[in-house]
């Protein structure tokens, strides 16, 4: 009987092994931690895509406060990374959203104190001044929000299976080529 003799050459399996053991050992998780603020920094790209295409009036403290660091933003990081928090504590940004009544309940109309400009008999330019002497009358009536943060959250439902592929892909590429 013949006797063959096989060689086997493991190195690149023994490396393969060593660089996931690395990554166990907490590459993949300092990875995964840039993935979710990368993701977080996706969503405010978003939500401020949706204010805009919603035609979301604005003086842009509504806008702004979805950047990280910007006024009445909210980023938080917990979980070792693993969890990004992200919003706005404009207290506005909520009836912009969801709608709002705009009197309290019970009131018909009040004042509200501003410079107007008027064209035609209408207005067509009002800033909010407290000390004016002219202003307009607001009648109760519902405003209709512009749902821009669920729209928001619709479209980074659909994009996260990909980007997550795409990101951790990119990491397995460059990790074990």
Not at 52 to 70: A, C, E, P, Q, Y
Not at 121 to 129: D, E, L, M, R, S
């Amino acid at each position: 009987m013949a006797t063959t003799n096989v060689s086997l050459d493991f190195s690149e399996y023994r490396e393969f092994v060593a660089k996931l053991r690395r990554a166990a050992s907490g590459d993949f998780h300092k990875e995964l931690a840039l993935i979710f603020e990368g993701i977080g920094y996706e969503f405010l790209r978003i939500v401020e895509d949706e204010i805009i295409n919603r035609k979301v009036m604005d003086t842009r403290l509504l806008l702004n406060s979805f950047h990280k660091g910007g006024d009445g933003n909210v980023w938080e990081v917990s979980d070792e990374g693993l969890t990004v928090e992200v919003g706005t504590n404009i207290t506005y940004a909520s009836y912009v959203n969801d709608g709002h009544w705009t009197n309290p309940k019970g009131v018909e109309t009040r004042f509200i104190p501003g410079d107007v400009v008027m064209s035609g008999g209408k207005i067509v330019k009002f800033t909010y001044n407290p000390a004016a002497k002219t202003g307009m009358m607001l009648k109760q009536k519902w405003i209709e929000g512009k749902h821009y943060w669920e729209s928001a959250i619709r479209i980074i439902e659909k994009m996260l299976p990909d980007i997550f592929e795409k990101l951790i892909q990119q990491w397995f590429n460059s990790t074990f080529s």
